[in-house]
């Protein structure tokens, strides 16, 4: 199964990134229709202002890639989010220095999602979804505990630069996802922990007979969620300048369709994370264009929802194409991986 | 098929380039306002006033909500309207402080901001137009429970929570009112707290039943709270022998105000809020007004305004007194909002 998996990384050819050029084009697209309909879209601060709008749950997406990855759904890392977010603030309120307090922010979060991955673990039989579910309306209800309807902040004004500060030109929450998202994609596609995070979501039960610790790698895996859902509530907090119980409400949800619009199969064991980070810019900048033109809220859930139909539509499609008979949509390069036969990708989706 | 993709991507990318910006003509000044969130009938009620006072101005209007009522979501939109270099932006805000670095951002670019109906920080905003003044709510409730009560006896309030604070300022004006000399006969025997929850509100309102036999008056200043009470007062055939008064929405309390258990109760007009918002929007604009205390201006159909300090250390409008509802006017409002 390990041997596979490297196989695959190797083999790769470029067809494989045909959801990943699709989404490019659909994000050419986006562009040209949105500076087609509004004159304030192509400036050059718009395009460089615009991630700032979306970056602080991009973070949750590399993670939820994993966790997809590995057949499993996190529903809690929006409440993890406002859990940090509010701990920071009373902690800092409360006379701990603000450095500490960041730091204290990401523990928490870290924790809540060792406390994720441990439940997993030891309740087998529920799926992550249930459980996740569950710690979702505990983690945020100790924030409701903490702050009731109140709010809190009045952080150092340095702490603003998170959010709002650039380096040169480039904003500074773009400079940190770039380098968070380039650690994700080495973890996820160069080392053994990705190797097993692909082994796990294709095949859980053959994973365990073979000998591999599936618990180790859910626990990392949760736990590296619940560090991002840090990442999330240091800037989102910084963006507010203060914060309450309920921020970072359905974080979760958009973090998961971004994810799965990336071309990351629900059924587990297959996807790369370079389609995500794609499906990110891809939603951001379709949003803000929407929103550019006033577009009203629920139309524009409208059309991201369909998009999403969209995007599961054709993959399941391709999907039923390329499993048998490999020939029909991709490039002479396919024949790696069909002659492999290997492909956990396409032929033991199930498993997870 | 890759092919395909590439050039499809190179035209497009090709296209990005080329058009002009310039094809766009200038524009008439836009003034966008933007409220807590989708699918709020009072919220739509005041957009609507807001649209139709900039239009009758000859201007153009941006109505804007998020679809969750979460400062997170009006900072997105608040970055779309300043990147449309819009005159002025009316923030309905959802949240005191965390709009207060997105608005100063807009601030910075020449954009009127300020708040309406629900306020943020006074470093945020020029000025804050509020529904009515919180004085004359509390004198008005006052008024209703003592002719209520006929004159003498006891009255209790049901608020929301114990720290929102336009209720407090509401329920110190109530107490100034009832201190003075022609209401010695009306005494306030209690304050509950039903925190907003319709649950919470209903057993509040037993509690005080059981508590004091002999009550007359309930006044809630809350729409949650008052329309429990009316459920309760209703349910318990206490109709004629507790009155109910307070502020609250029409189209939940107009059962309520037609059998009786509410005689009367107020709210202040949300089109005629997103209206006079309007005209504070173009007055900012055209440098009529600056948001100090003292600025005069005139609001349309509404008349002459003068803006005065506000309790938070800002400055504010208010619209006027309360309106009243009650049995002549219930049925055309309760469509309303």
């Known amino acids: 199964m390990e041997k596979t998996a490297i196989d695959t990384n190797k083999l790769r050819g470029l067809h494989q990134y045909q959801w990943e050029i699709f989404l490019l084009v659909l994000f050419l697209a986006v562009n040209v229709v949105n500076s087609f309909l509004s004159p304030y879209y192509l400036t050059l601060d718009t395009f460089v202002s615009t991630p700032m709008n979306f970056l602080d749950k991009a973070f949750l997406v590399l993670p939820m890639t994993m966790i997809i990855i590995l057949g499993n759904i996190d529903v809690s890392v929006g409440s993890i989010v406002a859990l940090s977010s509010v701990l920071m603030a009373v902690s800092y309120n409360a006379g701990l220095p603000m450095p500490l307090a960041m730091v204290l922010a990401l523990l928490v979060s870290t924790t809540c999602g060792f406390i994720n991955g441990f439940l997993q673990i030891k309740f087998k039989e529920l799926s992550a979804t249930i459980i996740t579910l569950s710690t979702m309306t505990v983690f945020r209800g100790i924030a409701y505990v903490i702050l009731e309807d109140r709010s809190a902040g009045k952080f150092p004004s340095w702490f603003s630069f998170l959010a709002w500060g650039y380096i040169g030109k480039i904003p500074f929450i773009l400079i940190v996802f770039v380098l968070a998202a380039i650690v994700f994609a080495v973890i996820l596609h160069t080392t053994r922990f990705g190797r097993m995070i692909y082994a796990v979501g294709s095949n859980r039960t053959a994973c365990e007979y073979s000998g591999i610790r599936t618990g180790r790698i859910i626990l990392g895996v949760s736990m590296l969620a619940g560090l991002m859902a840090g990442f999330t509530s240091l800037f989102l907090t910084s963006r507010m300048g203060s914060t309450r119980p309920n921020v970072a409400l359905n974080y979760e949800l958009d973090a998961i369709a971004m994810t799965v619009l990336g071309g990351i199969s629900t059924n587990g064991g297959k996807g790369r994370i370079t389609g995500p980070l794609i499906s990110i810019f891809l939603i951001g900048f379709l949003n803000y264009g929407l929103g550019l033109r006033n577009v009203s809220a629920q139309v524009i859930l409208i059309i991201l929802g369909t998009l999403l139909i969209l995007s599961v539509l054709v993959q399941n499609f391709t999907d039923r194409q390329s499993a048998p008979s490999s020939k029909k949509i991709s490039a002479p390069t396919h024949r790696s991986d069909a002659g492999d036969g290997l492909d956990i990708h396409e032929h033991s989706a199930q498993g997870g | ?337």
């Not at chain 2, 910006?21 to 957009?47: C, D, H, M, R």
């Not at chain 2, 709510?137 to 006891?154: H, S, V």
């Not at chain 2, 009650?326 to 309303?336: A, G, P």
Request: charged share 20%; proline share 5%; net charge neutral.
């Open chain 2, 1 to 337: 098929m890759k092919k395909t993709f590439t050039v499809a991507a190179l035209v497009l990318l090709a296209l990005t380039l080329i058009i002009p910006s310039s094809v766009f003509a200038a524009e008439k000044p836009k003034f966008a306002i933007v409220f807590k969130n989708t699918g709020n009938p009072y919220g739509e009620k005041q957009l609507e006033g807001f649209r139709v006072g900039i239009e009758e101005q000859g201007f153009e209007a941006i109505l804007r909500s998020p679809d969750l009522p979460t400062a997170e979501a009006q900072i997105q939109i608040i970055e779309q309207l300043i990147a449309q270099k819009v005159a002025s932006i009316c923030i309905v805000g959802n949240d005191y402080d965390a709009l207060t670095p997105v608005l100063r951002k807009a601030s910075s670019q020449g954009i009127k901001v300020f708040s309406l109906d629900s306020s943020v920080n006074p470093q945020a905003r020029l000025t804050h137009v509020n529904q009515a003044d919180s004085e004359k709510i509390g004198q008005t409730l006052i008024k209703a429970a003592y002719d209520m009560a006929g004159g003498k006896g006891e009255i209790a309030i049901l608020s929301a929570t114990s720290q929102a604070s336009n209720q407090n300022i509401w329920i110190d004006f109530m107490k100034k009112e009832l201190a003075k000399p022609e209401y010695k006969d009306l005494k306030l025997v209690k304050i509950a707290y039903g925190d907003d929850l319709r649950d919470k509100s209903v057993s509040e309102t037993e509690g005080l039943l059981r508590s004091y036999p002999n009550l007359k008056v309930i006044i809630a200043p809350t729409t949650v709270g008052i329309a429990a009470a009316g459920k309760v007062l209703t349910d318990k055939g206490l109709k004629g022998k507790v009155f109910l008064t307070g502020l609250g929405l029409p189209s939940e309390m107009a059962e309520y105000i037609n059998n009786g258990v509410c005689p009367y109760m107020f709210l202040w007009n949300p089109i005629d809020v997103g209206y006079l918002g309007s005209y504070v929007a173009t007055a900012l604009v055209n440098g009529k007004i600056t948001g100090k205390v003292g600025d005069k201006f005139s609001a349309g159909r509404l008349g002459n305004y003068t803006i005065t300090k506000a309790p938070d250390g800002g400055t504010e409008v208010l619209l006027g007194p309360p309106f009243k509802f009650d049995k002549s006017n219930i049925e055309e409002w309760k469509t309303v909002y």
